[in-house]
């Protein structure tokens, strides 16, 4: 291409870049952003571009995840604005890459990333929770019941629902789930559409997490269980292994 094709192309570019860009601010308005004047930010630019220009779209997505958590902005309203411009570019649902960049994006400016902890949801690894299972079995023989304290929650999602809303689902709700668990309780991501949680016994646990079932689970399509810890370490890293298996 000549110097003046190239030149010439530039202006469609930008005029291509500018058409996406109010569309998409109108659709994820009227989702329901809230407040509507403080949508705009330069990284919606940077996606309009590389979208207008045919460029890779990961790196502008997870530019735009981090300017949202700086501005305050939570990861469920993040991916729904997501959501509001592949619809205006024409895809039915946002690929899984774009998903994993802006909310890795999102998790890099808000929290840093952390040791043992997976940066799409924000949540602690299968690992760190092996780890943790295994400061609750005593090794002195001093006759203690193992774990007796505590009790792990499961929180699986349907593996029927579409990989996008699946994806879009587990990110809100280990966002939720770290708000609901508050007391120090261990909140583990165990596969792509599984979470666990070491809780500790208490007389208000069954209503907690029946009011878990019916309020934030039942939003998002997930069951609720819970799971007796086993006599050994072993039988625990083995139960958990079941549960990923199946996750």
Same mark, same amino acid.
């Given at each position: 291409?000549?110097?003046?094709?190239?030149?010439?192309?530039?202006?469609?570019?930008?005029?291509?870049?500018?058409?996406?860009?109010?569309?998409?601010?109108?659709?994820?308005?009227?989702?329901?952003?809230?407040?509507?004047?403080?949508?705009?930010?330069?990284?919606?630019?940077?996606?309009?571009?590389?979208?207008?220009?045919?460029?890779?779209?990961?790196?502008?997505?997870?530019?735009?995840?981090?300017?949202?958590?700086?501005?305050?902005?939570?990861?469920?309203?993040?991916?729904?604005?997501?959501?509001?411009?592949?619809?205006? %570019?024409?895809? #039915?649902?946002?690929?899984? /890459?774009?998903?994993? @960049?802006?909310?890795?994006?999102?998790? +890099? =400016?808000? $929290?840093?990333?952390?040791?043992?902890?997976?940066?799409?949801?924000?949540?602690?690894?299968?690992?760190?929770?092996?780890?943790?299972?295994?400061?609750?079995?005593?090794?002195?023989?001093?006759?203690?019941?193992?774990?007796?304290?505590?009790?792990?929650?499961?929180?699986?999602?349907?593996?029927?629902?579409?990989?996008?809303?699946?994806?879009?689902?587990?990110?809100?709700?280990?966002?939720?789930?770290?708000?609901?668990?508050?007391?120090?309780?261990?909140?583990?991501?165990? %596969?792509?559409? #599984?979470?666990?949680?070491? /809780?500790?016994?208490? @007389?208000?646990?069954?209503?907690?997490? +029946? =009011?878990? $079932?019916?309020?934030?689970?039942?939003?998002?399509?997930?069951?609720?269980?819970?799971?007796?810890?086993?006599?050994?370490?072993?039988?625990?890293?083995?139960?958990?292994?079941?549960?990923?298996?199946?996750?």
């Amino acid at each position: 291409m000549g110097d003046t094709e190239a030149r010439a192309g530039t202006p469609d570019r930008t005029a291509r870049a500018l058409e996406l860009r109010a569309p998409w601010g109108r659709r994820s308005r009227e989702a329901g952003w809230d407040p509507p004047e403080s949508w705009w930010t330069p990284a919606v630019d940077r996606v309009c571009g590389a979208f207008a220009s045919g460029g890779d779209l990961v790196g502008p997505c997870a530019l735009l995840g981090g300017a949202r958590a700086r501005s305050g902005v939570g990861i469920g309203q993040s991916l729904d604005d997501l959501s509001a411009f592949t619809s205006v %570019a024409g895809w #039915r649902s946002p690929p899984s /890459a774009l998903v994993r @960049a802006l909310a890795e994006g999102w998790a +890099d =400016a808000g $929290r840093g990333r952390a040791t043992c902890q997976d940066p799409l949801t924000g949540l602690a690894t299968a690992e760190y929770l092996r780890t943790r299972l295994g400061e609750l079995y005593p090794r002195t023989g001093d006759g203690a019941p193992p774990a007796s304290g505590y009790r792990l929650v499961v929180v699986a999602l349907d593996p029927g629902i579409d990989p996008w809303r699946r994806t879009a689902r587990l990110i809100v709700l280990g966002y939720e789930l770290r708000r609901f668990f508050t007391r120090g309780e261990s909140v583990c991501l165990l %596969a792509r559409g #599984r979470i666990a949680v070491v /809780a500790p016994e208490s @007389a208000d646990l069954d209503r907690e997490l +029946d =009011a878990l $079932r019916r309020g934030t689970c039942w939003k998002h399509g997930a069951a609720v269980w819970t799971v007796a810890l086993p006599a050994s370490h072993e039988e625990a890293v083995s139960l958990l292994g079941g549960l990923e298996e199946r996750g």
